[in-house]
């Protein structure tokens, strides 16, 4: 690579810098972020002949200029803010925080460092990913006003719902009671308000659901196979993965859900304790599918749990075991789907 060209996104601009082999800088540009962003940073970059582009979070704020310059034909490589950072702080002179010097430490930061993921087309993966955020964020919301619900009807009947609330419950509930005072027609009025909210996200998690079980069918995976793995999770594990070629072995993709245990270690004694590093949601996704397992008499994954408590291992111990036993099966199945689809 000739030339390295680091580019510092923001909301409203971005910061690009062009340096040589020698980390010796040949060109900056800022540009306003808007729809011909892409389109002026090429220009500026034409005289500088052959390049790479190095964009800071290429997955987060970077993201739309850096499928814009992958979709022109551009080599770009994602840069984690954290080494963008290490490099500005330790690298002399450019310990001022400001957009050029940041620009300039993701570029030497790609020329320095090997092995960086290269920014690809947005694919199924993407998909699956926006997918499950949006299911996330919905549930969430959901979990905070069925709260809320819980709290008002206990105001109004002793007790409240004794069990998990649903919809059609909370209907049945207001519908017998009978308000004697402002204060408890007020509070019923807003029940029905909440309950309203409950109703429209309850429709919303059904909407969810269906494209997620289109978007799961029109990627093809074949991690739906494994036994409690249907197309929510599917979507988890796909979405929250993206591409599984970065994981040169299982072991790494284990590091990297948090299935792995770190090492505690200081002198002569060596500790390995549960991970709390990694994509938690993805953690969770594995945790969802061995609970579904060990529920199950007849599957593989409460054999293997039974087995590992028959060893002498604590509960706790054997889930994390199981865990990671489906972290390795998941990755099989996602390098299987890379490999038959490439």
Same mark, same amino acid.
């Given at each position: 690579?000739?030339?390295?060209?680091?580019?510092?996104?923001?909301?409203?601009?971005?910061?690009?810098?062009?340096?040589?082999? &020698?980390?010796?800088?040949?060109?900056?540009?800022?540009?306003?972020?808007?729809?011909? @962003?892409?389109?002026?940073?090429?220009?500026?970059?034409?005289?500088?002949?052959?390049?790479?582009?190095?964009?800071?979070?290429?997955?987060?704020?970077?993201?739309?200029?850096?499928?814009?310059?992958?979709?022109?034909?551009?080599?770009?490589?994602?840069?984690?803010?954290?080494?963008?950072?290490?490099?500005?702080?330790?690298?002399?002179?450019?310990? $001022?925080?400001?957009?050029?010097?940041?620009?300039?430490?993701?570029?030497?930061?790609?020329?320095?460092?090997?092995?960086?993921?290269?920014?690809?087309?947005?694919?199924?993966? @993407?998909?699956?990913?926006?997918?499950?955020?949006?299911?996330?964020?919905?549930?969430?919301?959901?979990?905070?006003?069925?709260?809320?619900?819980?709290?008002?009807?206990?105001?109004?009947?002793?007790?409240?719902?004794?069990?998990?609330?649903?919809?059609?419950?909370?209907?049945?509930?207001?519908?017998? !009671?009978?308000?004697?005072?402002?204060?408890?027609?007020?509070?019923?009025?807003?029940?029905?308000?909440?309950?309203?909210?409950?109703?429209?996200? $309850?429709?919303?998690?059904? @909407? &969810?659901?269906?494209?997620?079980?289109?978007?799961?069918?029109? &990627?093809?995976?074949?991690?739906?196979?494994?036994?409690?793995?249907?197309?929510?999770?599917?979507?988890?594990?796909?979405?929250?993965?993206?591409? !599984?070629?970065?994981?040169?072995?299982?072991?790494?993709?284990?590091?990297?859900?948090?299935?792995?245990?770190?090492?505690?270690?200081?002198?002569?004694?060596?500790?390995?304790?549960?991970?709390?590093?990694?994509?938690?949601?993805?953690?969770?996704?594995?945790?969802?599918?061995? !609970?579904?397992?060990?529920?199950?008499?007849?599957?593989?994954?409460?054999?293997?749990?039974?087995?590992?408590?028959?060893?002498?291992?604590?509960?706790?111990?054997?889930?994390?075991?199981?865990?990671?036993?489906? &972290?390795?099966?998941?990755?099989?199945?996602?390098?299987?789907? @890379?490999?038959?689809?490439?």
């Amino acid at each position: 690579m000739s030339v390295i060209i680091g580019v510092d996104p923001h909301k409203a601009t971005h910061t690009a810098v062009a340096i040589d082999s &020698s980390e010796a800088e040949l060109a900056r540009a800022r540009v306003r972020a808007t729809r011909k @962003q892409a389109q002026q940073l090429l220009r500026w970059a034409e005289p500088l002949g052959k390049r790479t582009w190095a964009v800071e979070s290429a997955g987060g704020l970077g993201y739309l200029l850096s499928q814009q310059l992958v979709a022109a034909g551009e080599t770009v490589l994602d840069v984690p803010s954290t080494l963008a950072a290490r490099i500005r702080v330790l690298g002399s002179g450019r310990s $001022d925080k400001n957009d050029p010097n940041d620009a300039l430490s993701v570029a030497v930061a790609a020329l320095r460092t090997p092995a960086l993921r290269e920014v690809v087309a947005a694919d199924h993966a @993407q998909v699956l990913r926006l997918l499950a955020k949006r299911n996330i964020d919905v549930g969430s919301h959901r979990t905070r006003v069925v709260c809320r619900l819980h709290n008002v009807l206990m105001e109004l009947v002793p007790g409240g719902i004794a069990k998990e609330l649903n919809a059609s419950d909370a209907v049945a509930v207001l519908e017998r !009671i009978e308000p004697t005072t402002p204060i408890e027609l007020a509070k019923r009025d807003m029940a029905l308000e909440i309950l309203a909210d409950v109703q429209r996200l $309850d429709a919303q998690l059904k @909407q &969810s659901h269906r494209r997620i079980r289109t978007a799961v069918a029109a &990627s093809q995976t074949t991690v739906t196979e494994l036994f409690g793995v249907g197309p929510v999770l599917a979507c988890y594990l796909v979405g929250f993965t993206g591409d !599984i070629t970065r994981f040169a072995t299982r072991d790494a993709y284990a590091g990297y859900n948090g299935t792995a245990p770190v090492e505690r270690s200081s002198g002569g004694r060596v500790v390995h304790r549960v991970s709390q590093r990694g994509n938690r949601r993805l953690n969770h996704a594995l945790h969802l599918a061995a !609970i579904c397992q060990i529920r199950q008499p007849h599957s593989d994954g409460r054999t293997y749990f039974e087995r590992k408590l028959a060893e002498g291992r604590t509960k706790k111990d054997a889930i994390r075991s199981l865990k990671r036993h489906i &972290s390795n099966a998941v990755y099989r199945k996602l390098v299987e789907d @890379q490999h038959r689809g490439g």
